[in-house]
């Protein structure tokens, strides 16, 4: 199982980025998905997650009304399109995968550890 992580770079304050993560080994429908990001010297934490089953997301509070997760189920590939960018979005984000439960435990890390993660991509928001 392989995810492929990409799309980050250098943005201007308010800029605009789309991240990808491309899977392969598994079908991304099946799973539940995420986006973590992690900020310089901080723990990782979960910003935006969707369901394997209806589509229904969950996002973290910091990054509501500006991060969409969305997944291509054909293109086996779930974005974060993240627009209105600051400078504390900055860091690494990584993507990941969890077999059983919510989107909203998998963000959150409740229940048993995402099954794969992808490695980072990393977003730089210049103020």
């Known amino acids: 199982v392989q995810l492929q992580a990409s799309g980050g770079g250098l943005v201007q304050f308010g800029g605009s980025l789309r991240l990808s993560c491309a899977a392969s080994?598994?079908?991304?429908?099946?799973?539940?998905i995420g986006w973590f990001h992690q900020a310089p010297g901080k723990e990782r934490l979960g910003v935006s997650c969707?369901?394997?089953?209806?589509?229904?997301?969950y996002g973290a509070g910091s990054v509501k009304g500006r991060f969409t997760i969305s997944r291509d189920n054909v293109k086996n590939t779930v974005y974060l399109q993240m627009n209105n960018l600051k400078p504390e979005d900055t860091g690494d984000y990584y993507c990941?995968?969890?077999?059983?439960?919510?989107?909203?435990?998998?963000?959150?890390?409740?229940?048993?550890?995402?099954?794969?993660w992808g490695q980072g991509t990393l977003v730089t928001v210049s103020s």
């Open positions: 969707i369901s394997s089953s209806d589509g229904s997301t």
């Open positions: 080994g598994i079908a991304v429908d099946d799973y539940s």
């Open positions: 990941a995968v969890k077999l059983f439960g919510t989107p909203e435990a998998l963000c959150m890390g409740l229940g048993p550890a995402a099954d794969y």
